[in-house]
């Protein structure tokens, strides 16, 4: 605790620098039921919004409804006094209209859904259960895994929402949300702790430095001040500021709040224990826990401003740098020493909690609150997936000429190359497959006058190509009236018969193919050589000859595998080319995601949340049947030539829309105006449950959501949200008939009504709020309010009535002034003072409805100020950039 200076004066208080920081306290409301000798609360028409939930949650398919009568029939048989495990026929006929696929006309709507009875909606979800339990069994016995996964998504939704009618039933979700508000205002200077001492002997002389430092963190030192005109101030701001700190600090707590992180537009928000409803004043329980929950926030936000603010007082021998100040002390007395005592100034704030309002609030949970969000890291985990390093999956032996379909690449007859196929997959230009060579001829002829005869014949194959085959053009005849017989042989083969001992007068052979013959050593002619090359004939007997050869060429192996080689190294590089192109382009869209997700403002995150919040909120209330935007619709507007993906279509003077797509974009229109204007969304709560509320396929993804922004990271990983909305001021009536009964003149159990008035009317006596902009010349104001009591016995009148109080001081006439506390008499009323007489303990009002007594318990009296019910106040302290200097201090008073 900081020590107080000597100095008597009290430091002004700086009203008009006063900081606030706004508040709420929860408090959920316990619903008691009223029942009859006929009735009971379950078969009451109410819960109509939590009922709806739950059957859409059910996703019936077709028969399944069936399926739990036949189950419940026999469940009866053998239980039949078992009163848990019947539903009517009634209600069995109305769960069969929400089976897949939904038909939205033939849906019942919310007030006829709330009539159900919540005990017979449960008996169907257990059966469900039952049944799904069933069909899960015999999926994991004999289905396969999309049958397996099917039946634990049936399950699980069935599951999830029994969960959600037992909770409905027995926890209701009304409740209460006070308005509150921190206030802090400088309330003056003080020394606080010593920092440093220097001793000086006498006559000595010493060099003193100061250094004074920050050490913040990101999160206390960015604060986001977002005005009621809708403006984001974004800078770095004093870390001293206890409202700045207070803010930080909140928002610090929040992201370790295992429970859920609280997003809204009241930054800091408490609860309190489920009551009956009663007064909310400050000697309520909710009063008693947000004080506490307050001081603890402030306690924390003081101590972490002081524990990174420093300042360090040092000597040094230098005189003079230009990076630190320094002073000159020097002792003059020549016999007596002296001490430099310095001190922190601390700054003290006046810390106020006020209440000023009180509003009626409804539970809901929705799930996946981000879901539309995370579809820029669904993106982005894709993006990823796709980044690695380069595979290119060809081989060799994959570059064929065997024909393939050209769009499967599966052997085809009439497909293309397999070569060419991998080609146009890969973008590549490849060399087609070498065509056959071109053969290689020669020939001769010779007079052999009958006698024995070699004639050659030379040619040269070229090194990358061999011979297939030699085909053979031969024409040998003999001299007339030689009567010898005729031999012809092509050394090196198996001579034909046909050519030997011919006595015929000649020999032909056009095109024989001469490896049709194995040579001796069982190798086709020439078959595989190249090269130069000689084919030897013999003739005898002959006269006129004539040989010719024609040589069929083929490709070497070598020549071939260059081939292969040339066109796997072309769809090499293409493929690796195009994966560069690929990969830059992956990076590039990685980027520019990255930078739309980090480079938004903080007041457009808030501003996209709170739309999600709301969008939720119309798919809960407004169900299956709602569309934004129907199909139909949506069809004539692109029919219309409207620019639908940027939103481009109510530019021009006509739509182009008939009257029934209008009456369908109509549909629901006074139900969303309705909810607009009864939920005050800026003050909604919304609590984000973590990520193992969703579905469990995505938890590995929702877990590793990354953003800079820590409520939007929240709000990303969160798998469901209870969203608390609260009901504007003089809606209440209409908005528990619409939550509870489906319409809003819907018929409702009165306990839910009665709630909603004196929620309402408590809010109207107690926290009366700012008067008008432009108030007439008699018009009063009161800043704070004024509280006294009375111990005296007041009786009702039609007339004016003093009223014996405590003390009178403070009290303005003209203005209400709210007499008793609320509770179960509801006696609490408020009344105009009409006068105030000079006594100092009499205030005079105009009438009086109730009777108050005081003798045993002094009643309070209070006039609600503008600022609202002060029901707490304390001080903090935080850091100053100044010091102070004392000569000599006593010791014995410093801290």
Do not use: C
């Amino acid at each position: 605790m900081p020590t107080p200076e000597p100095n008597p004066s009290t430091p002004p208080i700086l009203e008009n620098a006063a900081r606030q920081v706004l508040k709420g306290t929860l408090v959920p409301v316990d619903v008691t039921p009223v029942t009859t000798a006929t009735t009971s609360p379950s078969s009451q028409g109410s819960g109509g919004l939590a009922k709806l939930a739950a059957i859409r949650q059910f996703a019936l398919t077709p028969g399944e409804t069936g399926n739990v009568r036949e189950r419940l029939r026999v469940s009866a048989r053998m239980y039949p006094g078992d009163s848990t495990q019947r539903v009517s026929g009634e209600t069995l006929e109305l769960l069969g209209a929400f089976e897949e696929p939904l038909v939205p006309s033939l849906q019942p709507d919310m007030s006829t859904v709330s009539r159900l009875r919540t005990d017979e909606l449960q008996a169907f979800a257990k059966q469900l259960i039952d049944l799904r339990t069933d069909r899960l069994t015999w999926a994991r016995e004999h289905g396969n895994d999309v049958e397996v996964g099917r039946a634990a998504w049936a399950l699980n939704t069935a599951v999830v929402a029994a969960r959600g009618l037992e909770r409905g039933a027995t926890v209701p979700p009304v409740g209460m949300l006070n308005l509150e508000r921190i206030e802090m205002v400088p309330a003056g200077i003080q020394r606080g702790e010593l920092l440093s001492t220097i001793p000086l002997a006498p006559g000595e002389e010493t060099a003193v430095t100061t250094k004074e430092w920050s050490v913040t963190s990101k999160e206390f030192t960015t604060i986001v001040t977002d005005s009621l005109e809708e403006v984001s101030e974004k800078g770095v701001t004093d870390n001293t500021d206890l409202s700045q700190s207070t803010s930080s600090q909140s928002q610090h707590a929040n992201q370790f709040n295992v429970t859920g992180t609280v997003q809204g537009g009241i930054p800091i928000i408490s609860g309190s224990s489920t009551a009956g409803f009663t007064s909310q004043d400050s000697t309520s329980k909710s009063a008693n826990e947000s004080i506490k929950h307050a001081r603890s926030t402030t306690e924390k936000a003081s101590s972490r401003s002081r524990k990174e603010h420093k300042v360090t007082v040092s000597t040094t021998t230098v005189t003079g740098t230009e990076q630190s100040s320094t002073r000159i002390l020097r002792n003059k007395h020549d016999t007596q020493p002296m001490r430099i005592d310095y001190f922190s100034l601390m700054r003290n704030w006046r810390v106020r909690l006020y209440r000023y309002g009180l509003r009626l609030t409804y539970d809901i949970v929705v799930p996946e609150p981000g879901a539309a969000m995370r579809r820029a890291y669904a993106e982005l985990e894709s993006l990823r997936a796709q980044q690695g390093p380069f595979d290119f999956p060809v081989k060799h032996s994959d570059i064929t000429t065997t024909l393939v379909d050209a769009t499967t690449g599966s052997p085809s007859a009439n497909g293309v190359p397999k070569y060419q196929w991998l080609a146009d997959r890969y973008g590549a230009t490849v060399r087609p497959y070498p065509a056959d060579p071109a053969d290689v001829t020669v020939s001769d002829h010779k007079q052999t006058d009958g006698r024995w005869y070699f004639l050659d014949l030379e040619f040269d194959v070229p090194s990358d190509t061999t011979i297939r085959e030699v085909l053979l053009d031969a024409h040998v005849g003999k001299q007339d009236g030689d009567e010898n017989k005729l031999n012809f042989d092509v050394l090196g083969t198996v001579i034909r018969a046909e050519w030997k001992n011919v006595t015929a007068p000649s020999i032909e052979a056009r095109d024989d193919r001469l490896l049709d013959t194995p040579n001796p050593n069982g190798v086709p002619f020439l078959r595989g050589q190249n090269g130069h090359q000689k084919v030897t004939f013999f003739f005898h007997h002959s006269d006129q000859v004539f040989v010719g050869l024609t040589v069929k060429r083929e490709l070497t192996e070598q020549a071939q595998e260059q081939w292969r080689n040339d066109v796997w190294t072309a769809l090499f590089e293409a493929a690796q080319t195009k994966y560069i192109e690929r990969q830059q382009q992956i990076a590039a869209k990685i980027a520019s995601i990255e930078e739309l997700i980090s480079s938004v403002d903080t007041l457009t995150l808030r501003r996209e949340e709170n739309d999600e919040i709301m969008k939720s909120v119309l798919r809960f209330i407004l169900g299956t049947d709602f569309s934004f935007m129907p199909d139909n619709v949506l069809a004539a507007f692109r029919a219309a030539g409207v620019d639908v993906e940027h939103g481009v279509g109510f530019d021009g003077p006509k739509l182009g829309l008939s009257q029934d797509q209008w009456t369908l974009v109509r549909q629901h229109q006074n139900i969303i105006r309705f909810i607009n204007q009864a939920i005050e969304w800026e003050n909604v709560v919304t609590f984000l449950y973590s990520y193992f509320w969703d579905v469990p396929p995505s938890w590995r993804f929702i877990r590793e959501l990354r953003h800079p922004d820590p409520n939007r990271q929240a709000f990303l990983r969160a798998g469901s949200a209870r969203i608390v909305l609260t009901v504007r001021k003089g809606w209440e009536e209409r908005w528990m008939r619409f939550a509870e009964g489906g319409s809003i003149g819907a018929q409702v159990p009165e306990q839910y009504l009665s709630i909603a008035k004196e929620i309402a009317a408590y809010d109207e006596r107690n926290y009366p709020g700012i008067p008008p902009a432009n108030p007439g010349r008699v018009a009063t104001r009161l800043q704070d309010a004024v509280y006294t009591t009375s111990s005296e016995k007041v009786i009702r009148s039609t007339g004016e009535k003093n009223i014996k109080v405590e003390n009178s001081a403070g009290f303005v006439v003209g203005m209400p002034v709210v007499l008793d506390v609320e509770d179960q008499r509801h006696i609490q009323e408020s009344v105009r003072i009409t006068k105030i007489p000079a006594d100092g303990t009499t205030i005079t009002v105009e009438k009086l409805n109730f009777d108050h007594d005081g003798t045993r318990t002094p009643f309070p009296v209070l006039q609600p100020g503008e600022r609202g019910a002060l029901i707490a106040e304390w001080n903090e302290y935080t850091p100053t950039a100044g010091t102070d200097i004392a000569v000599t201090s006593n010791l014995g008073g410093i801290a």
